[in-house]
């Protein structure tokens, strides 16, 4: 029985997870929108919905039939890869060595851009100000999926992971429809810094539990585990923190 | 066909970033997969490889990224 001791960490990897991927899909929407309007934007939007759901009923009947040692090692080195990635990315951003993802500037990229094919008469604007969403929303959504599936799948936690998924949308959703901006406050990275622990801790974990590691402590070895890549990730980023000056 | 190829290069893109870092967490799950099976370590000698080596090319990533 999935208790809230085992769902908790599976919904909060996901919800912040999601939170990321659906404020940088509601940016692109939100430019269409300013354009173009909300027609093209929402049309776009829908069919970026369906095709991800069209790729969650196809991979989850697969899922099932997939032996739980199999499935859990290969998840575990997806979300290992996945995990590092984000946590190197934050690590680096919060050094100052590259420059922090800014809504701000992709909103105004993705205006600029929208605008500039409106200037030169383009008959299919909609069509691409569509498109534009839909891919937004597809190559966002795709992030969501995997990260739900990852940290959900092969324990029983794809409903609990799925919650967290669906709460980030609907308070990216309310905050954006209040505010009507681009969600520029958002601390992006620290967020990713947050996540990328945390779901390299579950790749580890779940690895581990593939190649027939009986962890010490069962799913509280995750919460250690997630301790100790915080405490290496920030020491990390005071390691190689750059001067102020050097950025310039 | 270009949303199509834009998705595959990003579902490509969220694994695989820094060339160094994902062939060497390939590397240490091999690693600790051959520990595990040829050697019948235990689960803390597993575990430990698992961890150690994760955390050893994180850490080995950062800096190299600090000094580019």
Request: charged fraction near 15%; proline fraction near 3%.
């Amino acid at each position: 029985m999935t208790t809230w001791a085992t769902a908790a960490p599976a919904i909060s990897a996901a919800f912040l997870g999601s939170l990321v991927e659906v404020v940088e899909a509601f940016t692109i929407v939100l430019a269409v929108a300013t354009v173009r309007g909300w027609r093209p934007a929402l049309t776009g939007t829908a069919a970026g919905f369906g095709l991800l759901a069209v790729l969650v009923l196809v991979l989850g009947p697969v899922l099932d039939r997939v032996p739980l040692q199999a499935l859990q090692l290969v998840i575990g080195v997806l979300l290992l890869l996945f995990g590092l990635r984000w946590l190197r990315k934050a690590i680096l951003r919060s050094a100052g060595v590259i420059a922090l993802h800014d809504e701000t500037l992709a909103f105004a990229k993705e205006t600029a851009e929208l605008s500039e094919s409106a200037r030169h008469g383009d008959r299919h604007l909609d069509w691409i100000a569509g498109l534009a969403a839909f891919k937004a929303v597809v190559l966002e959504g795709v992030e969501v999926v995997f990260i739900v599936i990852a940290v959900g799948a092969g324990r029983g936690l794809l409903w609990p992971a799925s919650l967290g998924a669906l709460a980030a949308c609907l308070l990216v959703l309310a905050i954006g429809v209040i505010v009507h901006r681009p969600l520029a406050r958002v601390p992006e990275n620290t967020l990713k810094f947050g996540v990328g622990v945390m779901l390299s801790a579950f790749g580890i974990y779940w690895t581990g539990e593939g190649l027939g590691v009986e962890w010490l402590g069962h799913d509280a070895a995750i919460l250690v585990l997630a301790l100790g890549f915080l405490a290496v990730g920030l020491g990390l980023a005071s390691l190689v923190r750059r001067p102020r000056q050097e950025l310039a | 066909m270009h949303v199509l190829r834009l998705i595959v290069n990003e579902l490509f893109g969220m694994f695989v970033d820094d060339e160094f870092l994902a062939l060497s967490v390939i590397g240490v799950v091999i690693a600790a997969a051959i520990v595990a099976t040829v050697f019948h370590a235990s689960s803390v000698g597993t575990g430990l490889v698992l961890v150690v080596g994760c955390i050893g090319v994180l850490m080995s990533s950062v800096v190299q990224g600090a000094g580019r």
